[in-house]
């Protein structure tokens, strides 16, 4: 009778102890579905995602370089003259700017391509972000870009550049950086020999863009 | 008989005593592959989700490419056939409908080439907003959108890609806009 309970009693705790390891094993098999379903990189691959971005960015390089702008100014360093221009594209005031800074280097005054540069920089702005409205919606651009349009100009082994920020961008301090992760696109602006300053001199604008950090 | 027939009833008094002991056991493997369960669902539906989600994606960005070389919305010089990517007309853009653009690009409202879309296949908008800095402005909102206060739940899939394009007004005037493309349910019954 005595070995008879000792018996029932082993049962029991053989049976209590193979429930445990069952459930051991269920716990280390739902913790690898999981882990396994949480880290694997949806479909839609970083890659994927960059070559979108990219293809955005593009086209919004083409469609400021290609939009004209109504009414702009500069100074001209040479006489202090205001110089008006209208429905001129940006790609030649882009060009206009980098040949009066090729000229006048140091420029002088230094403000004298302000408003210029300002008109630009507005009308990159206004693409790049977006209504408050609109943020509402699931997007796959979900959020406004912050951005950067660099200009450069190069003849006779001297260089000027221009360089626009986007105003909301660590809009607190004096030197901007760029993130880690930009999107970017270039164009080499053709237009440069209709100065013919120089045959050799050659321009190229960037448009770099990047999401809150 | 009557004695061996108690025998057998003792024995099996014994196996219901076991039973209950292993009730606990019971419990234990019913929440393991409960749980198991549960999470291969949760893994099964998060896999469809992300490939549903990347079907749409990619129809989207095919959809924008069509619309952006419509002839619909694009800059043709006179006598030309020839159409720059991107680069739309402003008066096609001011005349832009729901109905023709339905009609120019059957993929947008569900329908293709060959089939037409119904008037319930699927809901988008497009918008077009100039933000040039000229004080006129050609700016387009079309839709099919049956029921607007649907649209406006928060709950309603979507899908909204945003591209870059021009607008041209003549030689000298050219406009840049933001071009908005919205897909409301896609693959799903028109709201």
Known sequence: MMKNKWMRKRKAQSALFDGILFFLLMLISTTIVIYYTASTQAPRTQSESQLFLREYCEDTLTAVLAATINDTSYIRPSDGAKVILEDQSVEELILEDLYIRYENDPLSPANALEKLETDISSLVFELTHVNQTLLEEQKLYQESFHYRLYAEYRANSKTVSMDLWDPTWQSGSSTKTEPKTVISAFKELEAVNEHEVNRNANATVYLKIWKNQ | ?191
């Not at chain 2, 206060?149 to 709950?155: A, C, E, F, T």
């Open chain 2, 1 to 191: 008989m009557k004695l061996s027939r108690f025998s057998k009833r003792k024995v099996s008094r014994l196996g219901v005593a076991g039973f209950f002991e292993e009730i606990p056991v019971l419990i234990l493997v019913t929440i393991g592959v409960g749980m198991f369960m549960v999470s291969m669902i949760w893994a099964i539906s998060t896999h469809n989700a992300r490939y549903t989600d990347i079907e749409n994606v990619h129809e989207i960005h095919d959809i924008m490419k069509t619309i952006r070389t419509w002839e619909g919305l694009c800059y043709q010089e006179e006598g030309s056939a020839n159409r720059v990517e991107g680069l739309f007309d402003c008066h096609k853009v001011m005349y832009l409908s729901a109905t023709n653009l339905s009609r120019g690009v059957p993929e947008l409202a569900g329908g293709s080439a060959t089939n037409p879309p119904t008037p319930a296949s699927r809901t988008y908008r497009l918008r077009i907003e100039d933000t040039s800095p000229y004080p006129f402005r050609y700016s387009a909102d079309v839709n099919n959108i049956i029921n607007p206060s649907k649209i406006s739940d928060p709950k309603v899939e979507r899908k909204t890609m945003v591209s870059s394009v021009n607008i041209k007004v003549n030689d000298e005037e050219i406009h840049v806009a933001k071009l908005e493309l919205t897909i409301f349910r896609l693959g799903g019954a028109g709201v």
